[in-house]
């Protein structure tokens, strides 16, 4: 019998002490990058086999808003360095994962093994004149004056909060709109309706010490939209090694940006993964091709 706080339109959740599934529900934007290998093997346990062609992997990030989930309201930023080897396909490692509720990073760090921390999502808006029509364009003609109308853009700047220090990590720009907006807000068609089964490992941190692996799975629907623009912070030249290797993660070239609307993502509970079964496993399935990577929640 399916949960019924699963159904979309409510965002009534089960609190994290129920037990998983946890359900998520809002938007998520989920870009992939071409990121360095070295850059990525900095993040990623030297114990995981990086999946990886011509000295490169995949890499971006995954920016969710969530209207309801087990703490409530909150935004989330997961920074994926590369894919690794999940024999006898692949998945995702978090490399850094941001949240906006404390509830959700203790619960990340403690009970899925991720590195998470408390940050701040700071949403802006800017009305901007769109571009003028080029002399052939036909929509100079159609349009009163041949001037397009303004356009607003939406961006949202990131920063990390640890030990009351807080820490600008970076600045998106061109975000999509419905991102923060509720889903009755907008009913119109929003792509196709998918399932998506996404395999993911975490741990190998101080409360976790042990590699792990949890799923998620999400129903939502699925359209491409414009690949959003990084920028770092203004005193870059100031952060650690460990903040400029997760920079140098967001602002790889972007390949394709898919945002998943009307998401209800269940995430299941953990489970401690044998690196000696990793190790077998892999040197069987060493010659194939890995499938696509999948992202990681709190």
């Known amino acids: 019998m399916e949960d019924p706080s699963v159904e979309e339109g409510s965002s009534t959740t089960r609190p994290y002490s129920a037990g998983s599934p946890w359900v998520f529900k809002g938007r998520a934007l989920y870009q992939l990058h071409v990121v360095k290998a070295d850059v990525a093997r900095k993040v990623i346990p030297k114990e995981l086999k990086l999946v990886e062609a011509f000295g490169f992997t995949l890499g971006g990030f995954f920016l969710a808003h969530y209207d309801g989930s087990p703490a409530g309201q909150f935004d989330e930023a997961v ?4 894919i690794v080897w999940n024999p006898p396909t692949s998945c995702a490692w978090a490399g850094r994962v941001l949240v906006g509720s404390e509830e959700a990073r203790d619960h990340g ?3 899925v093994g991720l590195p998470s921390f408390a940050a701040q999502f700071a949403y802006s808006s800017i009305r901007e004149d769109a571009a003028p029509f080029a ?3 036909v929509r100079r003609w159609l349009n009163k004056g041949g001037k397009p109308s303004s356009i607003i853009k939406h961006s949202m700047h990131l920063v990390q909060k640890e030990r009351g220090v807080s820490s600008p990590l970076c600045s998106m720009h061109g975000l999509p709109e419905r991102l923060t907006s509720s889903d009755k807000d907008h009913r119109r068609w929003s792509g196709p309706s998918v399932q998506l089964y996404l395999p993911n490992f975490s741990g190998k941190t101080k409360e976790q010490p ?5 799923s998620c799975r999400l129903n939502c629907n699925v359209s491409a939209v414009a690949p959003v623009k990084i920028a770092p912070p203004s005193n870059a030249e100031k ?6 290797d997760v920079l140098a993660v967001l ?3 972007p390949l394709v940006s898919i945002f998943f609307d009307h998401m209800v993502m269940s995430v ?3 489970t401690i993964v044998s690196m000696k ?3 077998d496993v892999q040197a069987v399935t060493s010659s194939q091709v890995p499938a696509a990577p999948s992202a990681s929640a709190s």
């Open 135 to 137: 002399w052939w364009d």
């Open 251 to 253: 602002t790889g070239k």
């Open 210 to 214: 042990h590699l792990l692996k949890y």
């Open 277 to 279: 079964e990793m190790d």
């Open 79 to 82: 920074i994926i360095p590369g």
């Open 109 to 111: 760090r403690k009970e």
């Open 268 to 270: 299941e509970a953990p």
């Open 239 to 244: 952060i650690n090694d460990d903040t400029n």
